[in-house]
Structure formats: structure tokens, C-alpha cells
């Protein structure tokens, strides 16, 4: 199947000529021979299949603290999201944004458990707060856009702790998040 009516036009050995299809191409090709309709059907396929190439993809990278709450947390404890070690060029290991590149997006979705923002945070922000009812695991999925148009997406899950033989939660009390101890996941260990 030829391209759309009028969708390519090329100039071959100083004649304007406009392929439209697989019938042209015969009528084309008794006025400059073979060579010409083939040289012509080329361009005209390279235009249509082989465009720019698509634009870089950015990093995503979740930061999740804690990355588990126990079972019937009902809302009491925040979970600290954080998108600010997402990078303009996607990289294997975590590295820090580059001070004079592209914009990024951010854009948060949550399937799972019932949750809500906490703090007043933002569905597009790059560090936010939420919590869970922790009836089940809260699917967290990050979604940058760079200001090129490439896209890259992560997903991390906030596990569920079971509660120990006493009822009570085994989970050691949150850590300090802005320490390294925090759970990262991006590129390197989806």
C-alpha cells in the first residue's frame, strides 16, 4: 500500500514530481525510467517511516519513605514521595539532576488501597506527601516528561506489614527522610 494521495513530493533530476501512490509510480517511471520511480518511491517511504528520531527519555525516580506501613494504618502514618532525583537523560544509576537542563514534569497516580494527599500536596509536584488505609499495597506510579517531550515512567508499591502475634506493628518507627537510608527505586532496580 503506497502513502496517502499528496503526501510526499520530490524533486529528481530537475523534475517536480509528486508520488501519489502505487499507480503513479508506473506513469513516473515511463518518464524517467526505473531508476528515477524507485529513487523516488525511497524518499518518498524514508519521509513518511523514518522521521526525527524521538526525543530523549528522562530518569524517573521514586523516593519512598517508609516503603512499608502496617496493616490498618487507616491514614496515621505520611509517606513521603520524592521525584527530585529524576534526571533529564535517562541513566542507569541514580545521579543528581543537572543544574542547567531541561524542565521536567511530574505527574503522580496511585492505584490500590484508598489514599489522599497529605499537606495539601500536589499530583504534579515532585515531592509530595500521601497517606494510606493499608488495607492492601498502595501502587505508586511517577510519570517525567521533559521539556524535549521524552517519558519515562517508574512504579513502586508501599507494602503492607502484617501486625505481629501481640496486634502490634513490627515496623521500627520512620526514619529521618532525607537520609540515604530511604528506599530508591528508578532505573537501575525496576
Same mark, same amino acid.
Given at each position: 500500500?503506497?502513502?496517502?494521495?499528496?503526501?510526499?513530493?520530490?524533486?529528481?533530476?530537475?523534475?517536480?514530481?509528486?508520488?501519489?501512490?502505487?499507480?503513479?509510480?508506473?506513469?513516473?517511471?515511463?518518464?524517467?525510467?526505473?531508476?528515477?520511480?524507485?529513487?523516488?518511491?525511497?524518499?518518498?517511504?524514508?519521509?513518511?517511516?523514518?522521521?526525527?528520531?524521538?526525543?530523549?527519555?528522562?530518569?524517573?525516580?521514586?523516593? #519512598?519513605?517508609?516503603?512499608? *506501613?502496617?496493616?490498618?494504618? /487507616?491514614?496515621?502514618?505520611?509517606?513521603? +514521595?520524592?521525584?527530585?532525583? =529524576? @534526571?533529564?537523560?535517562?541513566?542507569?544509576?541514580?545521579?543528581?539532576?543537572?543544574?542547567?537542563?531541561?524542565?521536567?514534569?511530574?505527574?503522580?497516580?496511585?492505584?490500590?488501597?484508598?489514599?489522599?494527599?497529605?499537606?495539601?500536596?500536589?499530583?504534579? #509536584?515532585?515531592?509530595?506527601? *500521601?497517606?494510606?488505609?493499608? /488495607?492492601?499495597?498502595?501502587?505508586?506510579? +511517577?510519570?517525567?516528561?521533559? =521539556? @524535549?517531550?521524552?517519558?519515562?515512567?517508574?512504579?513502586?508499591?508501599?507494602?503492607?506489614?502484617?501486625?505481629?502475634?501481640?496486634?502490634?506493628?513490627?515496623?521500627?518507627?520512620?526514619?529521618?527522610?532525607?537520609?540515604?537510608?530511604?528506599?530508591?527505586?528508578?532505573?537501575?532496580?525496576?
Amino acid at each position: 500500500m503506497g502513502p496517502a494521495p499528496g503526501l510526499c513530493r520530490t524533486k529528481i533530476e530537475g523534475i517536480d514530481q509528486g508520488v501519489k501512490g502505487r499507480g503513479s509510480s508506473r506513469a513516473y517511471a515511463g518518464r524517467t525510467g526505473l531508476r528515477g520511480a524507485v529513487v523516488g518511491a525511497l524518499i518518498c517511504l524514508c519521509g513518511v517511516a523514518c522521521g526525527e528520531p524521538p526525543p530523549p527519555a528522562p530518569s524517573a525516580v521514586i523516593r #519512598a519513605c517508609p516503603a512499608s *506501613v502496617c496493616v490498618g494504618d /487507616d491514614f496515621t502514618t505520611s509517606i513521603h +514521595l520524592d521525584a527530585k532525583k =529524576s @534526571a533529564p537523560s535517562l541513566t542507569l544509576v541514580e545521579a543528581p539532576p543537572e543544574p542547567n537542563g531541561p524542565t521536567l514534569r511530574f505527574r503522580w497516580s496511585f492505584t490500590g488501597a484508598k489514599w489522599f494527599f497529605d499537606n495539601e500536596s500536589q499530583a504534579d #509536584a515532585d515531592d509530595i506527601l *500521601v497517606s494510606t488505609a493499608a /488495607d492492601r499495597p498502595l501502587h505508586v506510579e +511517577l510519570r517525567v516528561e521533559s =521539556s @524535549a517531550g521524552g517519558v519515562s515512567e517508574a512504579i513502586k508499591s508501599i507494602s503492607v506489614t502484617p501486625l505481629d502475634v501481640d496486634g502490634l506493628c513490627p515496623l521500627p518507627e520512620p526514619i529521618d527522610d532525607t537520609s540515604d537510608d530511604c528506599i530508591a527505586i528508578g532505573p537501575a532496580e525496576l
